[in-house]
């Protein structure tokens, strides 16, 4: 039994990317279609109050609209970007980022459970140091990623 396993395994890289394609695109497709995509189809009223309410807790009050564009720019297009695997440490950084607010968010209200925006910043923060993996489109068009 052990040594079917271990042929299974036996290419290491091959499987650390398909590990990567299938958390990027996991993490991606949900925070897109759970968080960022009505965020961003909200438009300037929709982002002004979330950037209100998210970045209150954070002793910031200027800006809300841009600040509300931000994560929902982050939770739609960074999604994406993840998913795709294209400017995929980027796409990361900004969505691990904004759940960090949001935790942050949950923390000081007390309202609701912070676990599921934790999940998310630490699979993205682990996105962003692993990079996007030989099946990505950054491995096609970035040099830094080869």
Wanted: glycine share 14%.
């Amino acid at each position: 039994m052990n040594k079917c396993i271990t042929a299974v395994f036996k290419d290491c890289s091959k499987c650390s990317n398909y590990g990567l394609l299938v958390l990027r695109i996991g993490i991606g497709y949900l925070i897109l279609t759970n968080h960022g995509w009505d965020k961003l189809m909200s438009g300037p009223e929709g982002w002004a109050g979330l950037g209100a309410f998210g970045m209150q807790h954070l002793g910031i009050t200027f800006l809300p609209t841009f600040w509300g564009f931000m994560a929902a720019f982050s939770e739609s297009i960074g999604a994406i970007m993840i998913g795709l695997g294209l400017c995929t440490r980027l796409g990361a950084g900004l969505i691990m980022i904004t759940m960090l607010v949001g935790v942050n968010m949950h923390i000081t209200t007390g309202d609701g459970n912070p676990e599921l925006a934790l999940v998310y910043a630490i699979a993205s923060a682990a996105i962003m140091m692993a990079g996007p993996g030989d099946l990505s489109l950054d491995k096609i068009f970035c040099s830094c990623e080869k």
